[in-house]
């Protein structure tokens, strides 16, 4: 018997990085899968975002473990969209037990304008956190069965580190820092119905997000998965190693959505090889 038999986990940015590895992982210990992502790019952000195609291979990988799977194409900034798909794959798997509420983006476009940049990050990564929150949320009430949410935040949700004060690199602090408190609120407003609530906070991650062209030219175009030199101070891990690995967040966001972690809620548990303690 896995760890989550029978259960529905809905995963946001489920097309690839972290999110199918949630995905996957989750379904190989014995969940059905809700996988929703936007499937298309966005003009502000420097680096191409999850295609149809990269969602199709989640569902693909997911049904090989020999679970079931419902894929569709949101954007976790249209809550009416998202309430929408939410609602869909509840009622085909039989409703929602773990949310994790994944989707994020990371670097912007250096000639993106920075009012947009700004907004971007924060409707993306804070205000599609809630929305995903707010559709699953009361599915999970209604149902009566208790369950866990685990939102993604940043390790730079947790330290002034990070902004430089640009419209892209601010926006990401600031809506990092605000999935903290949307954590942080949500657990105080589900415990009572058996719904716990925590977020996982990651230094940089071996996924596309920050192995791409653009991130990479920030850092003098050199290998970001070397372990010397590191990036930057402000980026910089404690123990030697320049990235985690996605499995390592997987690993975390799983122990904290199953039952071993039952009496755990309200936690921003850092994934970040010691970046935090530097």
Not at 12 to 36: C, K, N, P, Y
Not at 121 to 132: I, S
Not at 241 to 249: H, I, N, P, Q, R
Request: proline share 3%; net charge negative.
């Amino acid at each position: 018997m896995g760890r989550f038999t029978d259960k529905i986990v809905l995963v946001t940015g489920a097309g690839r990085g972290q999110g199918r590895s949630h995905a996957v992982r989750l379904a190989g210990e014995g969940a059905d899968v809700i996988a929703l992502d936007i499937c298309h790019d966005i003009d502000s952000v420097a680096y191409d975002l999850a295609t149809p195609a990269d969602l199709a291979e989640t569902a693909r990988l997911v049904a090989e473990q020999g679970r079931r799977v419902v894929a569709a194409e949101v954007d976790v900034r249209d809550a009416d969209a998202l309430v929408r798909a939410v609602a869909d794959g509840a009622r085909r798997l039989g409703g929602v037990d773990v949310v994790l509420a994944n989707a994020g983006i990371g670097y912007m476009d250096a000639a993106a304008d920075p009012r947009r940049a700004f907004r971007d990050q924060l409707d993306v990564n804070l205000v599609g956190v809630w929305n995903t929150v707010q559709a699953a949320a009361p599915l999970m009430i209604e149902q009566g069965r208790g369950g866990a949410i685990v939102l993604t935040s940043s390790a730079f949700g947790l330290t002034g580190r990070g902004g430089d004060g640009t419209g892209g690199a601010d926006g990401y602090v600031a809506s990092k820092h605000g999935v903290v408190g949307l954590m942080r609120t949500f657990a105080t407003w589900l415990a009572p119905h058996g719904i716990r609530v925590n977020c996982v906070n990651p230094s940089g991650v071996a996924t596309r997000m920050v192995l791409n062209p653009a991130v990479e030219a920030l850092f003098g175009g050199g290998d970001l998965t070397e372990l010397n030199p590191k990036p930057t101070d402000d980026v910089a891990n404690l123990l030697d190693v320049a990235l985690v690995d996605v499995e390592d967040v997987t690993a975390a966001v799983a122990f904290l959505a199953s039952a071993e972690a039952r009496y755990v809620t309200g936690v921003a548990l850092p994934v970040d090889a010691g970046m935090l303690v530097r």
